[in-house]
């Protein structure tokens, strides 16, 4: 079986379509978190990843997002 992995997206849809079109035929898909931060097409990216129902865990910036929780982030990070 293989299996493709996706992790820090971090909102650039761009990127995430480019990986969709390269990547190989696999089994199966998963993503390791941070779909969205730092680029401005978050809700394309949470999307894209729930049209192809890809099993997602949260990275710190989903968590951010998703949470009243105050997460440290370089200032880069904290822009959004």
Do not use: K, Q
Not at 65 to 79: D, I, Y
Request: net charge negative.
């Amino acid at each position: 079986m293989e299996i493709g992995v996706i992790s820090d997206v971090h909102g650039n849809t761009v990127a995430l379509d480019a990986v969709f079109a390269d990547m190989p035929a696999v089994d199966a898909l998963a993503c390791a978190g941070d779909v969205v931060g730092y680029n401005p097409w978050h809700a394309e990216c949470v999307a894209a990843v729930r049209e192809r129902s890809i099993p997602t865990v949260s990275g710190n910036h989903d968590r951010a997002v998703a949470s009243e929780t105050r997460f440290a982030f370089n200032s880069m990070a904290g822009a959004g």
